[in-house]
């Protein structure tokens, strides 16, 4: 099993950037992507952009790609999101989410029920 914690949430105004990460522990060997996610209230999950931990590539939403990015520590246990130019439909828990299966095309990546490990996540409020 894999525990993931993240952090870095708040409140900013809108056109704001944030920071957020997330750290995971525990069987990490096991997994095979790390993701972002995110739901906002009266909404389905929504991916963000997963990395493989093989082999680096990242699979962004191609709707959020221009202002949102993914990044990982050289020691596979780390994964950020960066945010820019935030709106208030950005408003979200956004969660950190890792599969131990590989996936094989974009839709699974982005894919939340194809990750069982989940954190607790952390929320983000874009208001002016």
């Known amino acids: 099993q894999v525990q993931l914690v993240e952090s870095g949430g708040g409140s900013v105004q809108p056109g704001g950037s944030l920071r957020l990460s997330c750290v995971a522990s525990?069987?990490?060997?096991?997994?095979?992507?790390m993701g972002w996610f995110r739901q906002a209230p009266g909404k389905e999950r929504e991916g963000i952009a997963t990395?493989?931990?093989?082999?680096?590539?990242?699979y962004p939403n191609d709707s959020l790609k221009a202002r949102f990015t993914i990044s990982q520590d050289n020691a596979k246990t780390r994964l950020y999101v960066q945010m820019n130019n935030l709106k208030p439909e950005d408003t979200a828990m956004y969660c950190c989410?890792?599969?131990?299966?590989?996936?094989?095309?974009?839709?699974?990546?982005?894919?939340?029920?194809?990750?069982?490990?989940w954190g607790q996540g952390t929320q983000v409020t874009v208001s002016s």
């Open positions: 990395i493989s931990t093989r082999s680096g590539k990242i």
């Open positions: 525990g069987d990490i060997n096991s997994m095979h992507y």
């Open positions: 989410a890792a599969s131990r299966s590989p996936l094989y095309s974009n839709y699974d990546r982005l894919s939340p029920p194809r990750y069982l490990d």
